[in-house]
């Protein structure tokens, strides 16, 4: 029987050209990207790795969060034998990723880092450098994959459904997927992990980083409040009645129940209280008992800022799946209206908490299609 790792070295021999290109793995001190390194050194291409510095602030105890993963990289590098280097993309960070991420809280919205991250750094910014390095190709740790059409790319789930991450690939173009592997995109996450082990590689064991791309964990509200100026104001019931008061309308999301501090209200049942509306003119949350409450749900989305990483928009009307959020289960659903940079989509079952500023994501099976940024749904 073929192991995994088997049947990964030989998708990676074939997926590049046979005359060793120069592969830049952008190395984040975790271990899928030391993996992804590991893989192709093994298939015997020439391999070097880059560390993006794309934050300098320091967190909570006073350290920046990238001190210990370039040490990581720096380790993983040198057990490989491969070179490894540092890039500061921290101005294009900044313009390209948190500007736009502060302004969509700013206007009452949700959105999703990562997104914006693979769209303008790792996608863009950090590729432009590796090809100025003498790149012919770059690679990444994501859950993914990608297939040669002869047309064109696909980008396919990955392998291992618990951790797919071609829901925030979707905003790449053809030309950045045609330079891109995805070394671990076959493989599930204890595969990866066993590979790292056997290979002793220092990352084997690390925890899987959390919080804001690239920023790394911190005191969400706390954090934010660095960059926003979020008043006090009053949570609603959906009658208008005064339930209780919350810190600032900007920092909660539709659907979410924890923090709200809601309880012992009369007249009402006993049970969790949901954000179910922002009326952000007036810095005011709408709150509902029932995490499925009518409010909460919806049929339909309009989406805009569309991206069609499969090269070239759909005919519609088009029957296909969806994800509103990531892990989401593919849900089914009809692309109704398409102008432009913005479209329509009809759900067959109703949504909860269809979110703006998150992005929905449509498949026709494995292949990623494209998608958009969530502005309304009804």
Known sequence: ???????????????????????????????????????????????SGIFMKNWNEPNEDGRCAWEDDAGDVLSVGESLGIPVNTVDLSQAYWSGVFEEFIDEYRRGRTPNPDVLCNREIKF?????????????????GHYTRVHSTGGGCELLKGADPQKDQSYFLYAIN????????????????????????DAGLATHAKKDSTGICFI?????????????QAQPGDIRSADGDIL???????????????????????????????VVGKDIENNELIAAQGHDHPLLMSTRLVADSISWVSGAPPTVPLRCTAKTRYRQPDQACTIVHL???????????????????????FYDGDRCLGGGIIDSAS
Not at 29 to 43: E, I
Not at 216 to 228: A, D, I, Q, T, V
Not at 245 to 273: C, F, K, N, S
């Open 1 to 47: 029987m073929i192991s995994p790792f088997e049947l990964t070295t030989r998708a990676l021999t074939k997926c590049v050209h046979p005359s060793d290109p120069h592969v830049v793995v952008a190395m984040s001190g975790g271990v899928d990207s030391s993996v992804a390194a590991l893989l192709l050194k093994r298939a015997g291409h020439h391999v």
């Open 124 to 140: 863009k910014a950090f590729l432009q450098h590796a090809q100025a390095v003498g790149a012919d190709m770059i690679a990444t």
């Open 174 to 197: 053809q030309e950045a997927l045609a330079r891109t592997i995805f070394p671990i995109g076959g493989l599930n996450k204890h595969e990866v992990r066993g590979i790292a082990a």
């Open 216 to 228: 790394g964990e911190h005191r969400f509200r706390n954090f934010m409040s660095n960059y926003l």
């Open 244 to 274: 209780g008061h919350h810190e600032g309308a900007v920092y909660y999301t539709l659907g979410q129940r924890e923090g709200l501090g809601i309880g012992g209200v009369r007249g009402a049942a006993d049970g969790p209280w949901f």
């Open 339 to 361: 102008d432009g940079d913005s479209l329509e989509a009809e759900f067959v079952q109703p949504q909860r908490a269809i979110t703006p500023g998150q992005s929905v994501v």
